[in-house]
């Protein structure tokens, strides 16, 4: 095994198979763009994953450089593209897919079928991320024990709902589901209404980013051990450990948590007020961006009101401060507010609905919206990624790949089979 890994050579601070010189598919940049900036160019990405967390994932790694072959179930594929409406124009995907496939090539393969052709690419490749439930790719010989003997220096990441221990490891898992035995739910809606999910799935997008961030430490300890390893990551941890300040708060305090709505439980004001045509939300951190808020709305006199003139006290006092607040607010427009509070020293922002976000200035100025091509809607766009680097490059550059797109090429180009090799596999119902 370590004889194996030794094979392995560095380039650009990462262990590279010995093959990543011979292979490599040539990616569609704009012509200034400089490929060995991107800090994952050159790092080959096995990604089974389906629906949300897996492909988040995996689409932050391409987002870098690397490149990710999409391995897809033949005729079917990733799940997500059938959630619609709505679906992208001249189009059979939904635009669901849209948001976590970009940069990545399209493979269809029948995992029961097309074993070996899975182990070819696994040899060639430097990680492998899938989010089976435990013990579903140990069945085709498609597990951690089975690829490291052909690749020991293939990083394997699982991604599941709960892990590969414990009584729930063999559940499926979902992200509202980790989302509400991890206590997120609980904690989510108004004061005193029902729980209440979020509006994405938060809990697969944390996850697919602990995941990420586990690979890139997982390459980094390969250059020193010159080794593979498994990773697990699961969406019921990932949710716990996001709970945060409210996990510590009942470990330490035994401290039961609540909906609070908008609302903070331990700062005050810090929530959203309605306004004359929607809402704005106000945070007041500190004893002086109080003050500051009380000078802005001309309640100078409330800021020194014995109830209001420490955090302690305004928690206390909640209530009788929301009551002299909310009234003041729901005179003017978000608009108006936003344009009182221009240089307030306190945070301030309107809840915008869509519209109001990609239309936002900020937004615009930053050009976070991408344009893709597209083989049949001519673009589509994306949000970019939300990290800028000052020396590497870190963008979207391909539109999600169409449903087996890239087969034919990345087995020609990448493992190297010839047509006639190609031709059979797609007789036998092994690839699309």
């Known amino acids: 095994m370590f004889r194996n890994c030794s094979r392995l050579l560095r380039r650009d601070g990462l262990q590279l198979g ?27 990405i096995l990604d089974l994953t389906r629906i949300v967390a897996g492909p988040y994932c995996t689409m932050v790694l391409s987002d870098m450089g690397a490149e990710v072959y999409k391995v897809e179930r033949p005729f079917h594929g990733d799940e997500s593209r059938k959630w619609g409406p709505p679906f992208l124009r001249d189009s059979e995907d939904s635009v669901y897919f849209m948001a976590s496939n970009r940069n ?10 097309g074993k070996d052709v899975i182990y070819d690419m696994a040899r060639k490749c430097d990680v492998l991320v899938e989010n089976y439930i435990p013990g579903k790719l140990d069945e085709l010989g498609l597990g951690y024990e089975d690829l490291k003997k052909i690749a020991p220096a293939l990083i394997y990441c699982s991604i599941t709902g709960y892990g590969s221990v414990g009584p729930y490891r063999n559940k499926p898992g979902y992200d509202v589901i980790a989302a509400s035995m991890g206590g997120l739910l609980h904690i989510t809606g108004s004061e005193d209404g ?46 716990v450990a996001c709970l945060i300040n409210v996990a510590s708060n009942y470990l330490n305090a035994g401290k039961e948590a609540k909906r609070w709505g908008t609302a903070h439980a331990s700062i005050v004001p810090y929530e959203a007020f309605p306004t004359s045509n929607g809402y704005i939300t106000i945070g007041c951190g500190s004893n002086d961006q109080f003050e500051a808020l009380c000078n ?37 427009s978000s608009a108006e507010w936003m344009e009182i ?26 050009e976070l919206v991408k344009s893709l091509d597209h083989p049949t809607a001519g673009e589509v766009k994306v949000v970019g990624p939300p990290v800028v680097y000052s020396e590497a490059n870190n963008c979207a550059r391909t539109a999600p790949p169409l449903l087996g797109e890239h087969t034919d090429r990345v087995l020609r180009e990448l493992l190297g089979y010839p047509d006639d090799k190609i031709e ?9």
């Open 424 to 432: 059979k596999l797609r007789q036998k119902g092994i690839i699309q």
């Open 194 to 239: 029902p729980p209440s999910k979020v509006g994405v799935a938060i809990t697969d997008i944390a996850t697919g980013l602990y995941a990420h961030g586990a690979i890139l430490a997982a390459l980094l300890q390969r250059t020193r051990t010159n080794c593979g390893q498994k990773i697990d990551v699961n969406l019921l941890s990932t949710q």
């Open 341 to 366: 509070f221009a240089d307030a020293p306190f945070p301030v922002g309107p809840i915008n609905s869509m519209a109001e976000v990609f239309r936002d200035p900020h937004i615009e100025a930053i």
């Open 104 to 113: 990545k090539k399209s493979v269809c393969v029948d995992l029961k079928k």
């Open 296 to 332: 802005y709305l001309q309640i100078r006199e409330v800021a020194k009101d014995a109830r209001f003139v420490t955090n302690q006290t305004r928690v206390k006092h909640r209530k009788e401060l929301i009551a002299i607040l909310a009234p003041i607010i729901q005179q003017r």
């Open 18 to 44: 010995d093959y990543s010189r011979k292979f490599h598919l040539t990616k569609v940049l704009p012509s200034s763009v400089d490929p060995s900036k991107y800090p994952l160019d050159g790092i080959k």
